[in-house]
């Protein structure tokens, strides 16, 4: 507790720039041209995490919570991986107006719901945190929408 002729100071060190993921054209037209059939995009640009989230949505709609659980973790991982080839270092704003942040963010929001549907509390909660980290307003972009 805080003396009232005490400060309170905050971080002084600078937050790092926001990561911005680069534009994959050839893997949206993909997935919009799939359709029905989103895994033709994943087979053919398996590190394009918003086709991962698609699949998972559609699994999760459709009552296959562990299947939607798979491919929200599929997709989260790549999009780790493509994150830290843009210079993220496992902190910072990953802007959900960013468009190709998207994919990413959606898998970090489907791997929440579907590790929480399963039961595993700490992951739900840890995907959870990372997703307000990332941006602190992209889950209520996400809440009670699946895009598939």
Same mark, same amino acid.
């Given at each position: 507790?805080?003396?009232?002729?005490?400060?309170?100071? =905050?971080?002084?060190?600078?937050?790092?720039?926001?990561?911005?993921?680069?534009?994959?054209?050839? %893997? %949206?037209?993909?997935?919009?041209?799939?359709?029905?059939?989103?895994?033709?995009?994943?087979?053919?640009?398996?590190?394009?995490?918003?086709?991962?989230?698609?699949?998972?949505?559609?699994?999760?709609?459709?009552?296959?919570?562990?299947?939607?659980?798979?491919?929200?973790?599929?997709?989260?991982?790549?999009?780790?991986? =493509?994150?830290?080839?843009?210079?993220?270092?496992? #902190?910072? =704003?990953?802007?959900?107006?960013?468009?190709?942040?998207?994919? #990413?963010?959606?898998?970090?929001?489907?791997?929440?719901?579907?590790?929480?549907?399963?039961?595993?509390?700490?992951?739900?909660?840890?995907?959870?945190?990372?997703?307000?980290?990332?941006?602190?307003?992209?889950?209520?972009?996400?809440?009670?929408?699946?895009?598939?």
């Amino acid at each position: 507790m805080l003396n009232a002729g005490m400060t309170q100071f =905050s971080n002084l060190m600078p937050e790092p720039s926001a990561t911005l993921l680069p534009e994959s054209p050839d %893997a %949206a037209a993909a997935l919009a041209r799939a359709g029905d059939d989103p895994a033709a995009a994943v087979a053919n640009f398996p590190t394009y995490s918003a086709a991962w989230a698609v699949l998972a949505d559609r699994a999760y709609d459709d009552g296959r919570v562990v299947d939607s659980y798979a491919y929200a973790r599929v997709g989260y991982h790549r999009g780790l991986d =493509s994150l830290r080839r843009a210079g993220w270092k496992g #902190f910072g =704003s990953v802007p959900w107006s960013h468009q190709p942040n998207r994919g #990413f963010l959606r898998c970090v929001f489907a791997l929440a719901r579907a590790a929480g549907a399963i039961g595993e509390a700490d992951e739900a909660a840890r995907c959870s945190e990372l997703l307000t980290e990332c941006d602190p307003g992209a889950a209520s972009h996400l809440s009670g929408q699946t895009t598939g």
